[in-house]
């Protein structure tokens, strides 16, 4: 039997049981900060939803193609809405619990649910083209090609379905653990190759025409003594840019590969479940501390590290022209800047999580807060100023009591050192 471990509380736990008998290190606070980076709201809409379907959007977020964004929610409403204006497309409504999706792309939009049904739309119009059933549930959103849908199911297996009648063509799979994150990884296409993350730390490619591996890379291996310290589950999408790709794990390493061969040109350790974004010179990873960190990506070394939202929930990141912009559990979106890391601009969704990345088309953002809310937001760098570090946070109540503890230790150790005798003469 398999057993899912929430995301959130899986690194509860680990920090948890790393630091012992020292309490866990609360969200961090938000710092006032000068704002650099002017950013406006240009509209917002709601997807279905609210309280009651919070716990299930683990795969629904939002999608854009062609000037059109695409957006689901797990009672079944699919919405199309322009990306300038927010205005409606078209809705439509299925009679599904919808739990991964949507995805867009080749004039279609693809979406599945937690039974296992898949269900392909025309982007145009919302009109139904085909709908098939895979025998588990799905949790992350396709990807598609003209000719191959290729899907993630929780089982551990990789789907390739034609794209025109949802036929399926092939389906590989991996070993899962018998504990794991609840979430997988959505698969991308790249130059004829459906490439995934799995469960067990591995990241594979096969042939999009025929399922055929091409190559199957371990980013991490199992290790420890408890179920929780094994946990090496690579949820995240991975990227490729040109012949590379990058991908990223819990509790294993960051890395860039070889598309051709999947061999590794570099790594480190470096635990995300969120995940990383790529823009061709630099990788951006939300690490599973929060720490939102920037790499070089020919060589994988740091050009800075931002930890003032350390420890929020963080979604993965993505790019805007000058800015990386990310989600945290209140609804807020932080836009650091892209060449020091320092926070330029801050705005707030609503009330709920944000538990998908958002979606970046230039210097539009759009997000999808976990109660259906979506938000569309444009940052203007050309008014924008230099960007500044934010002040430091004040001490927390943790750090007051251990720094007032350390003081007292150190007054009873001069004390005694003081009522001490002298030594005697030889």
Known sequence: MRFFLPLGLAALLIAAGCSKDKDVEPPAALLKFTGTLPVKKIWGDNVGGGKKQVK????????????????????????????????????KKLKLPLSAGPAAGSGMVVLGSSKGTVIALDAA???????????????????????????????????GLDSAS???????????????????????IAKELAISGFDNGKVMAVSLTTGDTVWDTALASPHGRTELDRLVDIDSTVRVIGDDVFAAGFQGRTAMMALDSGQIWWAHDMSSYRGLSADGENLFVT?????????????????WRNEDIKRRGLSAPVETSTAVAVADYQGYVHWLDKKTGYLVARVRVSK?????????VDDTVVV?????KMSAFRADPAHA??????????????????????????????????????????
């Open 385 to 426: 100023g230099a960007a500044v570090p934010a002040p430091k946070a004040p001490p927390t109540k943790e750090a007051k009591k251990a720094a007032k503890k350390a003081a007292k230790e150190a007054a009873k150790a001069a004390k005694a050192a003081a009522a001490a005798p002298p030594p005697q003469k030889p």
């Open 56 to 91: 299930l959007r683990l795969g629904l977020g939002p999608a854009v193609m062609d000037g059109v964004v695409f957006a689901a929610s797990h009672k079944g409403e699919v919405l199309a809405v322009t990306l300038e204006t927010g205005k409606e497309v078209w809705v």
């Open 352 to 360: 709920f999580r944000v538990s998908n990345p958002p979606v970046a």
């Open 368 to 372: 999808l807060d976990d109660g259906g």
């Open 166 to 188: 949802g036929k399926e063509l092939w389906q590989v799979e991996q070993q899962v653990p018998r504990l794991s994150l609840r979430g997988t990884a959505t698969p991308v």
């Open 287 to 303: 690490e599973s501390d929060g720490a939102v960190v920037a790499l070089h990506d020919k060589d994988g070394s740091e050009l």
């Open 125 to 159: 119009t919302g009109r139904e083209r085909w709908r098939v059933h895979v025998n588990s549930e799905l949790l992350s959103a396709p990807a598609i090609s003209e000719k191959v849908v290729v899907l993630r199911s929780v089982d551990g297996r990789l789907h």
